[in-house]
């Protein structure tokens, strides 16, 4: 399984990006997916995470703001983040893991098997 993500930049507040995970293996309907950011000098945090079955939850932070959906026929999971503020900066992580169940969700980062190679988002004030 190899995961690429893809869509970050530069962006002013209130602004808003769509990053983009591909799933290359033959396996995404198997896998509950997430995306974790990663700000300098912090630890790996939770942003939202999705599961086979398109259930979600968020990072207290980000909800109301970002979106996270899945496509399985483009084997790909996106990110959709709204009224960026300069403390979402970061690079930010989609990961996949297998999952028995079709609705269970992953929120800590030793949870996930694969990891894409990360993607950064500035947000300037």
């Known amino acids: 399984v190899q995961l690429q993500a893809f869509g970050g930049g530069l962006v002013q507040a209130g602004g808003s990006l769509r990053l983009s995970c591909a799933d290359s293996?033959?396996?995404?309907?198997?896998?509950?997916m997430g995306w974790f950011r990663q700000a300098p000098g912090k630890e790996r945090e939770f942003v939202a995470a999705i599961s086979r079955s398109g259930g979600n939850t968020y990072a207290d932070s980000v909800k109301g703001r970002f979106t996270i959906s899945r496509d399985s026929a483009k084997n790909t999971v996106y990110l959709q983040m709204n009224s960026l503020k300069p403390e979402d900066t970061a690079v930010y992580y989609c990961a996949a893991t297998e999952t028995l169940s079709v609705i269970s969700i992953r929120l800590r980062p030793d949870e996930y098997n694969y990891w894409g190679q990360g993607t950064q988002v500035t947000v300037s004030s």
């Open positions: 293996g033959r396996t995404f309907s198997t896998h509950a």
